[in-house]
T-cell receptor, first 116, second 117 residues
Framework: GAVVSQHPSWVICKSGTSVKIECRSL??????MFWYRQFPKQSLMLMAT?????????EQGVEKDKFLINHASLTLSTLTVTSAHPEDSSFYIC????????????FGQGTRLTVV | AQKITQTQPGMFVQEKEAVTLDCTYD???????LFWYKQPSSGEMIFLIY??????QNATEGRYSLNFQKARKSANLVISASQLGDSAMYFC??????????????FGSGTRLSIRP
């Protein structure tokens, strides 16, 4: 079964509103989680590294005020898309690895965001 | 900076044939890990196989094997006896500092594999 769960799997929101996406590690504690964005027919682009108890590390070109990341516990990271616009419509997916076994990275099911 | 290159945007293969998906990488780190993932149209990321930079043997997982040529910095995925269900997008990925789950993983551009009946 899934060891990383992401919710919701899809969401439609109006322009200007904010949307929160949750990523949970189900049977291990994840001090670090990763958030990716994927446009249709393209690869996964790393947006940011979510660090439990501290600020997220954003990749170059990713607006930290636009994509708020909170990693308040060892099993939960959230990504909030603030003041969403149609160009934010994309597939967002999170990832985490077991601290003691990093030979596999587990992914959430992904969230398809559509901003209308 | 680390980089992953997949030069085959798309491939067509006859069912039951073997197929090789190419992947080259660039890193200045001596310690790293290489991954292959399958992404069907549903969007989920399915882990296929992992190879550590210090692993002497090529990784194998069922019908999947990784042809690891360290000097050439290549990590090709070989799928034996392809099946219709293998049709999907395939991504090669790399993590530097292979023992750290806190190290980020970057992905290649992917190869879309289509299996013909």
């Amino acid at each position: 079964g899934a060891v990383v769960s992401q919710h919701p799997s899809w969401v439609i929101c109006k322009s200007g509103t904010s949307v929160k996406i949750e990523c949970r590690s189900l049977d291990f504690q994840a001090t670090t989680m990763f958030w990716y964005r994927q446009f249709p027919k393209q690869s996964l682009m790393l947006m940011a590294t979510s660090n439990e108890g501290s600020k997220a590390t954003y990749e170059q070109g990713v607006e930290k005020d636009k994509f708020l990341i909170n990693h308040a516990s060892l099993t939960l990271s959230t990504l909030t898309v603030t003041s969403a616009h149609p160009e934010d419509s994309s597939f967002y997916i999170c990832s985490a690895s077991r601290p003691t076994l990093n030979t596999e990275a587990f992914f959430g099911q992904g969230t398809r965001l559509t901003v209308v | 900076a680390q980089k992953i290159t997949q030069t085959q945007p798309g491939m067509f293969v006859q069912e039951k044939e073997a197929v090789t998906l190419d992947c080259t990488y660039d890193t200045s780190d001596q310690s790293y890990g290489l991954f292959w993932y399958k992404q069907p149209s549903s969007g989920e990321m399915i882990f296929l196989i992992y190879q550590g930079s210090y692993d002497e043997q090529n990784a194998t997982e069922g019908r999947y094997s990784l042809n690891f040529q360290k000097a050439r910095k290549s990590a090709n995925l070989v799928i034996s006896a392809s099946q219709l269900g293998d049709s999907a997008m395939y991504f090669c990925a790399m993590r530097e500092g292979r023992r750290s789950s806190a190290s980020k993983i970057i992905f290649g551009s992917g190869t879309r594999l289509s299996i013909r009946p």
